[in-house]
């Protein structure tokens, strides 16, 4: 079948290859243990690649595949598992009735061991956990730096389209009240077509671990070619919240937030910087293991504990040897002291200074401080 198959494309500018996963690879009945495509598919787009310079492949999956293919051929065209009318579909896409606008729901890894949760799924035996947390899909590659196969949101049309014009209603306000961030979007290219506009939002100096960006809003806008249109999209305090589990609440750091326009969550075409107030505040939670260098960077924790920091960090650098590491040593000093317990201060003081509770009752008081 395969030697018919090459046969054929040796006889044509242009060759169709529809491939995908059958149901002895996915099902709803069971998990899939690899992400490859089956080998005799494989073998056959690489053969038919061989003999015609014009490939075009039509998958059909419910998941994302792994594509050792991709450089070798023109184009594929994602159907997933379009139901009863997708051979219809298929072909109005290939033969340009209808202009491909559809993007992608979810990232396309390179392979399976750049999924995150490639260390914790399956699990062992019934156990599976949990472990990606807020790092799931595009957010995981973002903050890896990871070069996906396809990144979320991506998809290609029969035109092209131009982002212009990024506004914001205001460039600072509070967390409590609206923003509203308008672009305009152009079809540059002789189809018409739709183009799916993507915003995502970051926050420029968050305290917690947070993703790079997050999606915040989309929206499809139909355009004729040359036409252009203004699409509008209204945040409010959700788009620049996490949530907090020592507040148990969705809270919003006060600070510089970017907005971010594009057609994928790795084309990003436009950007606008806005600052938000906020009287929100993350619960103060310092114990006895929390590092010295945040509580010095803690208002409230340098007033308490500051000139003890300053001793300590003053005694352990005159306790170097004369010459031996000189600013070199000092950095490493300061090194110490920033990732260091503030239980290790009893270690250098002793109970000339204070005790082990006299210690738990000064943090106390920087949480109580901290959290009036």
Not at 114 to 124: A, H, K, Q, V
Not at 312 to 327: H, R, Y
Request: charged residues 25%; negative net charge.
């Amino acid at each position: 079948m395969i030697a018919r198959a090459v046969e054929c494309a040796k006889q044509n500018d242009i060759a169709v290859v529809f491939a995908g996963l059958t149901d002895l690879y996915e099902s709803e009945g069971f998990d899939r243990q690899h992400m490859r495509m089956p080998e005799n598919q494989l073998v056959l787009i690489d053969r038919i690649c061989d003999v015609c310079k014009n490939v075009v492949v039509v998958l059909h999956n419910g998941s994302p595949v792994e594509m050792p293919f991709k450089d070798k051929v023109s184009s594929i065209l994602e159907m997933y598992l379009g139901g009863q009318a997708v051979g219809g579909a298929a072909c109005d896409l290939l033969f340009g009735k209808v202009n491909p606008s559809g993007k992608l729901a979810e990232t396309f890894p390179v392979r399976l061991a750049d999924n995150p949760s490639y260390l914790s799924f399956p699990g062992e035996k019934d156990d599976v956990r949990y472990r990606e947390g807020i790092f799931v899909g595009y957010r995981y590659y973002d903050f890896k730096d990871i070069q996906p196969l396809f990144p979320f949101g991506h998809g290609l049309s029969y035109t092209t389209f131009e982002y212009s014009d990024i506004k914001l209603s205001t460039n600072a306000f509070s967390a409590d009240e609206e923003l509203t961030v308008s672009v305009v979007v152009k079809n540059t290219g002789k189809t018409d077509g739709k183009e799916v506009v993507q915003l995502y939002v970051s926050d420029k100096n968050s305290s917690v671990i947070r993703p790079v960006r997050e999606l915040k809003g989309f929206e499809k806008v139909s355009l004729k070619a040359g036409e252009s249109k203004k699409v509008m999209f209204k945040l409010n305090k959700r788009a620049f919240a996490f949530y907090c589990e020592p507040a148990h609440d969705w809270i919003v750091e006060e600070g510089d937030f970017e907005i971010s326009i594009g057609s994928s969550s790795r084309d990003i075409r436009l950007t606008a910087d806005v600052f938000v107030s906020s009287n929100d505040r993350i619960p103060s939670e310092f114990t006895v293991n929390s590092p010295l260098g945040d509580i010095a960077a803690d208002p409230n924790g340098r007033k308490l504990f500051g000139e003890i920091i300053e001793n300590i960090n003053k005694d352990m650098k005159e306790a170097q040897p004369e010459g031996s590491m000189g600013a070199a040593g000092d950095l490493m000093v300061d090194a110490m002291l920033r990732e260091m317990p503030i239980r290790a201060i009893l270690s250098f003081t002793g109970d000339a200074i204070m005790s082990y509770d006299e210690l738990v009752r000064m943090i106390d008081r920087l949480n109580e401080m901290n959290n009036k």
